[in-house]
T-cell receptor, first 115, second 116 residues
Framework: AQKITQTQPGMFVQEKEAVTLDCTYDTSDPSYGLFWYKQPSSGEMIFLIYQGSYDQQNATEGRYSLNFQKARKSANLVISASQLGDSAMYFCAMRLTGGGNKLTFGTGTQLKVEL | GAVVSQHPSWVICKSGTSVKIECRSLDFQATTMFWYRQFPKQSLMLMATSNEGSKATYEQGVEKDKFLINHASLTLSTLTVTSAHPEDSSFYIC????????????FGPGTRLLVL
């Protein structure tokens, strides 16, 4: 069965600094997709970035980049130049191809950006 | 693009009543929508997969007679919590998938349900 692990329940970062949120996954399926979502206190889930298992390059979306290390089964999210508005819960998720497009979520990391 | 709306955002009801939550994809068609439940400070728990024109597929442990799902069109799925009780109080959030290759799920803003 697939599993997503986020080992950092909480993280602090200074404004304008970069921060890495960890995510490891476990699957024997060779084809899968990895996602990161941001959930502010309002509750909405905001899609940030996607990485396919066969993608050769690490995904980037603006200040977000995904450090994909397939052999280590890790998909860490890097946020550069942190802003106060980045304070939120961040969830890593995995989708198995052929798995009905279901997502398996990690337990999340609460990020707090400080002045 | 890929905007999903959800209505209502907040609902307070008395125990024993039924509550309907709507999930709409506003600028795309979604053959598949998902319904999740989230308790405070916890992750999302998938309740069911809603497919347009067919019966929903429920996850293990989710009562299909309690949580009725209807996906009548390519842009609308509804979740009805029947005979709601206080333990049904939670945050319910839906998502809809865009096409391949990523099949990214875009989420609605969620509905907070409080059953008194």
């Amino acid at each position: 069965a697939q599993k997503i692990t986020q080992t950092q329940p909480g993280m602090f970062v200074q404004e304008k600094e970069a921060v890495t949120l960890d995510c490891t996954y476990d699957t024997s399926d060779p084809s899968y997709g990895l996602f990161w979502y941001k959930q502010p206190s309002s509750g909405e889930m905001i899609f940030l970035i996607y990485q396919g298992s066969y993608d050769q390059q690490n995904a980037t979306e603006g200040r977000y980049s995904l450090n994909f290390q397939k052999a280590r089964k890790s998909a860490n999210l890097v946020i550069s130049a942190s802003q106060l508005g980045d304070s939120a819960m961040y969830f890593c998720a995995m989708r198995l191809t052929g798995g009905g497009n279901k997502l398996t979520f990690g337990t999340g990391t609460q990020l707090k950006v400080e002045l | 693009g890929a905007v999903v709306s959800q209505h209502p955002s907040w609902v307070i009801c008395k125990s024993g009543t039924s509550v309907k939550i709507e999930c709409r994809s506003l600028d795309f068609q979604a053959t598949t929508m998902f319904w999740y439940r989230q308790f405070p400070k916890q992750s999302l728990m998938l309740m069911a997969t809603s497919n347009e024109g067919s019966k929903a597929t429920y996850e293990q442990g989710v009562e299909k007679d309690k949580f009725l799902i209807n996906h009548a069109s390519l842009t609308l799925s509804t979740l009805t919590v029947t005979s709601a009780h206080p333990e049904d109080s939670s945050f319910y959030i839906c998502s809809a998938t865009v096409g391949p290759p990523s099949e990214t799920q875009y989420f609605g803003p969620g509905t907070r349900l409080l059953v008194l």
